[in-house]
């Protein structure tokens, strides 16, 4: 089977399409599945940069779409022909989240889905939304169950709320998506007069260009009548947390999810507990989450953007592009 693997150093000039052994037919619990697409996330960059260490040789990528071409015994959730996802922690099936780390995250702590075939327990997969295509799919993984347990699952989002989201990767989009078909009204944020546009066409109420109001917070606060929004999708971490508590309503929730303003920094704790605020890690979610998610795309139609799709053979092409942060949405991998 055709795979890309990490070399040593991990860079991105590292990356190497492979040709290794076609993965062993299914146990007992188990399915193959040939993988048709995948997608990039910032936790897959920093694995293939070497910000996050992994072992040499590693097969990147978290997210995996495909079809289903054989099934060991005991599997009665899935046949050959079904389409499924991978689940970005495979024994994190439902509940409380597991004292794991990231050991057996895909393309992490194990071998992830830059490759044309896995065999793999059941337990590991989904079904796939009926609506979408492979690369449509393959962005839910992680970017789709991170924005659906931060603003859903824990913050419980509903009719009525204002959700702050920052920028347009994949979590901040999946999180205008979601609490558009729940009702709330979002205000985004970006740089980029162009993206703020095409934010707007998605369904973004109001748009706050960052640059020109570095004192984004308070922006948001006067477009809620001093009020201050329900809910903060974050993506910046250290770097824009003041802001967004800032933006805060009194007893508000911040759904913590990404670091791309910084890993550590002061913590404003006593404007955290001034506001009472609710400060969420949020570190993707569970198989149950991912159904859940599911479901509700299919509800609503909801299908996720996807900026640019690369063929395997051209990953680190790929990543230059994520770094050049000129997407918007999801960047897919062709298998």
């Keep these: 089977m055709k795979a890309v693997r990490i070399g040593a150093p991990a860079t991105l000039a590292s990356l190497t399409l ?9 146990g007992p619990g188990e399915i193959t599945v040939a993988l048709r697409a995948s997608s990039l996330n910032y936790h897959d960059y920093a694995v293939v940069t070497g910000m996050i260490p992994a072992a040499n040789g590693r097969i990147p990528l978290s997210d995996g779409a495909g079809d289903v071409t054989a099934i060991g015994s005991g599997v009665h959730e899935f046949a050959p022909g079904d389409a499924v996802l991978t689940t970005f922690f495979p024994h994190w099936l439902d509940g409380h989240p597991l004292d794991e780390g990231f050991q057996y995250v895909p393309g992490d702590g194990i071998d992830g889905y830059a490759r044309s075939s896995v065999t793999a327990p059941v337990t590991w997969f989904t079904r796939a939304p009926t609506h979408l295509s492979h690369a449509e799919a393959a962005a839910i993984t992680c970017a789709g169950v991170t924005a659906w347990k931060g603003l859903v699952a824990d913050a419980r989002v509903k009719a009525g709320d204002t959700v702050l989201i920052q ?12 609490a558009k078909a729940f009702g709330a009204t ?24 960052y640059r020109e109001q570095p004192d984004w917070g308070a922006a948001a606060r006067e477009i809620t009548g001093g009020r201050g929004v329900d809910v903060v999708v974050e993506i910046g971490g250290a770097g824009t947390l003041p802001q967004s508590i800032h933006a805060l309503r009194l007893g508000g929730h911040i759904a913590l999810i990404g670091v791309l303003a910084g890993f550590a920094g002061p913590i404003p704790t006593a404007a955290i507990m001034m506001r009472q605020a609710h400060v969420v890690g949020v570190t993707v979610g569970s198989r149950q989450h991912q159904l859940d ?12 953007v996807i900026d640019k799709i690369f063929p395997l053979d051209q990953l680190a092409e790929a990543f230059r592009y994520q770094e050049s942060n000129a997407h918007f949405g999801k960047i897919g991998i062709a298998i």
């Design 18 to 26: 492979a040709d290794l052994p076609a993965p062993p037919p299914p």
């Design 167 to 178: 920028g347009t990767g994949g979590v901040s989009i999946f999180a205008l998506q979601l």
């Design 186 to 209: 979002v205000i985004a944020t970006s740089s980029s007069a162009a993206k703020l546009a095409r934010l707007r066409a998605m369904g973004a109420d109001h748009l706050i260009n």
């Design 293 to 304: 998610l599911i479901r509700a795309m299919e509800a609503t139609r909801m299908k996720p």
